[in-house]
């Protein structure tokens, strides 16, 4: 007998742990995935009782205003839509957060739609972890008045896998004191690299730990930031040729930008000492009085809000461009939402009309306004997107302003000239495989930034060589 | 005749009975180890496998792809840069670091006063929890930084610590080695402190001096802590990835990339799991060769001893 229970224990102990090494780690409640990336119809979320369970994006605690907003939104979504049962999930796709969504969806406890990046675009869509949405978008009445460069970082092959939050074009940011300080002029908007250059040097001071400039030179930001330039060089790095992907940065406009890189280093010695940083280690130098100029879009926030500079003092500028007259091309960026691929279809459309709930509604306005009058209350200053996700001609658009009109010295005015040419120019990312060219040139910015001596030429060589044969020569047009 | 040799001779199953009646308890109190370890330890060691044959994909479902992530492994140069990085980074903990715990621990224990307080000291750096160590050092290694403050004291050159290709490993190890030089020290010193008091004393009584007494009774009664020191810094540096990532993310230009740190972004950064995982089971697969080639060097050290 006793030998008998010996053996039942010992066999159900293999059996929980066999049972714990046999997870096909697809559990969860999520949809069944197809081979094909389709979604079959999932019974826990759209079950018996009709009702549909929705994961939704709750903030952090310290995050109040935010809080109360969502407590709210879900209130009143869930009035209009009682069958709707609202779960809360405290996960964010940030820097660490991109880091666990494969770990998220392998759980089935990635939640029913998750914030994301337009640099993101390209490895969610491969990777399909992002669920097709352009029927639920085709039938979404306010489709048109939603900012079509910013639809267009997730179209892709003729379909819709985002709705976007926000964006930008890419900008810089100037600390005016610091030029005040030294006595130097502020550069016009429409600068140059020569003109960015002499406006690094006139606040350089390597001695007491201040740079002219800063660019990323860490992570793929490193990579992503020089485009900019190469496009403004006028090498657009890709190109599609007799139906075949060919890397053109191994070019003069490529060598151009190398040795302009190489001179803010070595010739002119206006980055920081410690180089080898990207955000928010930059953002962290500039609210600290030690950049002059930051290569960062969201340097307003930094300065005004984290820095505590006056707002005269936290200028915001366009990129420049080459020589006087040529294009100041920037990258386009922004935050989107993605809804989650393993979502049944219920779970879907209702995650769209959950993300879509205060768009383009008066409610979008007043919840707006409760966050202004919380930086208010804080005595910060409220910087609205400078691309919205809706077209800035849109008649929601004025109901938005005029809601602006109101907190005058509280939400920041951009100034029209700035306006004028900021976004003139704006270009999408590389289209194909960016990250993987992005981490090539932070390789090269990084051996440029070590060497002095570095063969700029072969490095190019060496880098289009690479991205052409591991990447580009694999794309079936 | 061959009946009852069989009933003479207990069967290996009887046998098992038998021990499992004498050891129940035993097994009993190993259930939760058995799951631990088969949920936590030997589950992701085998799915590793599994995932490294595949072209792994959460949403659409796994791909048999053979030995296609080992081709692209192989092919790819980062590869063979990681590895060299990550000798490198071992090799310069063994010259850099891998004595000083002991010698640390030999001098607490030749002391006559404050031993306590010098425990406490070296263990010190020890509970500096990780984000606040890295974010130390980065300020320490700045190029105004207190370390180049100190140089210009003596009229040298500033050092480049985190930015110069050639000096950013050395940056981290010497980091490293302070962090962690303390919690080893007192494994030495626990075993320093285990060897008989009577074979000291009878030493001095013969007139060996402090260098004498390390040499001839300390080293050789604590050199099964060295292997095992050895082993367990060689395992530990060999996945090493989060000083590089905090401190240089890598770089400059994979000068810092170790192989785990290019594990880490294969996964977790550009969602490719089959290859990192390929790239994981090899190095299982070296660090459990490496095991048993100085376990056996032990055996046979002590077989010879």
């Known amino acids: ?477 | 005749m061959k009946t009852q040799l069989a009933a003479q001779k207990p069967t290996s199953g009887t046998r098992f009975l038998k021990h499992s009646r004498l050891y129940f308890w035993g097994l009993l109190f190993l259930i939760p180890e058995i799951v631990i370890f088969c949920v936590f330890l030997w589950k992701p060691i085998i799915m590793g496998i599994y995932y490294s044959l595949h072209d792994i994909n959460f949403i659409r479902g796994n791909t048999f792809v053979g030995l296609q992530n080992y081709r692209d492994i192989i092919q790819d140069e980062a590869f063979f840069t990681a590895i060299g990085n990550t000798l490198w980074f071992v090799f310069l903990g063994l010259v850099m670091g891998y004595w000083v715990p002991a010698v640390a621990a030999t001098a607490i224990s030749e002391l006559r006063k404050f031993k306590a307080t010098a425990r406490l000291v070296v263990y010190l750096p020890n509970i500096v929890p990780a984000v606040a160590l890295y974010g130390m050092w980065r300020w320490l290694y700045e190029p105004i930084g207190p370390l180049n403050d100190f140089l210009t004291i003596f009229q040298l050159p500033p050092v480049e610590w985190l930015t110069d290709k050639s000096v950013a490993m050395f940056s981290i190890v010497l980091m490293n080695t302070w962090h962690y030089f303390g919690s080893t020290a007192l494994i030495y010193l626990a075993a320093v402190m285990n060897i008989p008091k009577d074979l000291y004393e009878a030493a001095e009584m013969d007139g060996a001096g402090i260098w004498q007494r390390i040499k001839y009774i300390t080293l050789p009664s604590i050199r099964h802590i060295f292997l095992l020191m050895l082993i367990m810094q060689l395992i530990a540096n060999s996945q090493a990835y989060e000083p590089q990532l905090a401190m240089t993310g890598g770089g400059p230009n994979e000068a810092t990339t170790t192989y785990m740190l290019m594990v880490v972004d294969g996964a977790f950064k550009q969602f490719a799991f089959g290859k990192a995982s390929a790239m994981g089971v090899l190095l299982f697969v070296s660090l459990t060769l490496l095991s048993i080639l100085l376990y056996a060097l032990q055996r046979k050290g002590g077989d010879e001893s």
């Not at chain 1, 002059?292 to 461009?321: M, R, V, W």
């Not at chain 1, 966050?371 to 409220?382: L, V, W």
């Not at chain 1, 109101?406 to 004028?420: A, I, L, N």
């Open chain 1, 1 to 477: 007998m006793k030998q008998a229970k010996i053996f039942m224990l010992l066999a159900l102990t293999f059996m929980l742990a066999l049972a714990g090494c046999s997870g096909s780690g697809a559990g969860g409640g999520g949809a069944q995935p197809e081979g094909d990336g389709t979604v079959k119809e999932n019974p826990k979320g759209a079950g018996q009782s009709e009702k549909v369970t929705i994961t939704v994006q709750y903030p952090p605690p310290d995050q109040e205003v935010d809080r109360k907003a969502m407590d709210d939104k879900i209130a009143r979504f869930q009035q209009q839509y009682p069958q709707v049962v609202i779960e809360k999930s405290d996960w964010f796709y940030s820097d660490g957060g991109a880091a666990t969504l494969g770990l998220k969806l392998a759980a089935g406890e990635a939640p029913s739609y998750y914030n994301t990046y337009a640099t993101e675009a390209k490895i969610l869509t491969d990777k399909g972890y992002a669920a097709d949405i352009t029927s639920l978008l085709n039938g979404y009445e306010y489709k048109d008045q939603i900012n079509q460069s910013l639809l267009d970082i997730f179209h892709v092959d003729g379909k819709y896998y985002a709705i976007p939050q926000g964006g930008y074009v890419m900008s810089v940011g100037l600390n005016a004191k610091l030029f005040r300080d030294n006595g130097a002029e502020l550069p016009p908007y429409d600068w140059t690299w020569e003109e960015m250059i002499e406006a690094a040097k006139s606040v350089n001071a390597p001695d007491k730990g201040i740079a002219g400039f800063a660019v990323a030179g860490q992570s793929n930001a490193a990579g992503w930031n020089l485009t900019n330039f190469m496009y403004q060089a006028g090498d657009f790095v890709e190109e599609v040729k007799d139906g075949k992907v060919t890397a053109t940065f191994n070019s003069e406009a490529g060598l151009k930008v190398l040795e302009l890189y190489r001179d803010l280093r070595w010739k002119y010695n206006v980055l920081p000492g410690d180089w080898n940083l990207a955000n928010p280690d930059l953002s962290n130098l500039y609210k600290q009085g030690r950049l002059g100029i930051i290569f960062h879009s969201g340097s307003l926030n930094t300065g005004i809000n984290d820095g505590g500079f006056a707002p005269e003092d936290a200028k915001i500028y366009p990129l420049p461009s080459m020589e006087k007259g040529s294009p100041n091309y920037a990258i386009t960026g922004g935050n989107f939402f993605v809804i989650n691929p393993q979502q049944s279809p219920e779970q879907q459309e209702m995650a769209f009309k959950f993300i879509t709930y205060d768009y383009f509604q008066d409610s979008g306005i007043e919840t707006e306004e409760l966050k202004i009058q919380e930086r208010q209350k804080n005595k910060q200053m409220h910087i609205p997107e400078l691309m919205p996700y809706y077209n800035l001609d849109s008649e929601y658009a004025k109901r938005m302003n005029e809601m602006y009109a109101k907190y005058p010295g509280v939400v920041y005015e951009y100034d029209p000239e700035f306006m004028k040419i900021y976004s003139s120019n704006a270009m999408p990312e590389p289209p194909f495989d960016a990250q993987e060219y992005y981490a090539i040139m932070t390789n090269i910015i990084q051996e440029i930034f070590s060497n002095k001596n570095a063969d700029l030429r072969q490095l190019l060589k060496d880098g289009a060589e690479k991205m052409q044969a591991a990447y580009l020569d694999k794309i079936e047009l």
